[in-house]
């Protein structure tokens, strides 16, 4: 689908090293900048993720690995904006993922409950009818089933194929798309054939 052009990022394992990654996180319509991070505990990082937004003008922020329960994640949202939607874990510790928009933006949440398997892929979404766009965060255990990772990711896309508004998916596969594997080709592959592309091929962790 050449006329559909859709973003694709893996998220960062650091606050420190995001400041160069996503100042092209823009999305292709010029209207809305996404940040995506892997914070590994939002718990005792929201205060710093907090300062780092305090400048930015980031209208929707996806977080992965935020690590809390859902009785407690209505707690620990960044200044200034709103919970969207959010995926928490029930059976294993930490992991999940979240959207978050500013206060003034309105969404639609959509229910992703039908492609969430915990541990191997945990995804949330939401439209922005006002910026035309769908935004997806999602996220796998590295020691999740790889297998069953894709195919859910693929069925995932296709359940968007014929979406009336752009598609930015955002989040940390745990996939090193710089080497090339299997999985790598794999995914790609899988992308590519629902109409998807990934604009972001620089490191997004410092090791």
Sequence with gaps: MADRKTIVKEGLSTLTNVNNQFNEGKSNTGKTDIFCINMQCLRNKLLE?????LDLQYKIVCITEHWLKSNEIQFFIPKGYMLASHFCRTQYKNGG???????DLEFIE???EPFCIEYNIEVVAISIPSLAITVLSIYRTPAGDVELFFLKLEE????????KYRIVIAGDFNIDILKVNSDCNKIF????????????????RQN
């Design 97 to 103: 993922t979240s959207i978050y928009v500013k206060e």
């Design 49 to 53: 993720l907090e300062i780092y937004l």
């Design 110 to 112: 959509i229910d992703m």
């Design 156 to 163: 995932l896309l296709l359940y968007f194929y014929k979406s």
């Design 189 to 204: 592959n899988i992308l590519r054939s629902c109409g998807y592309y990934c604009t972001n091929f620089k490191p997004t």
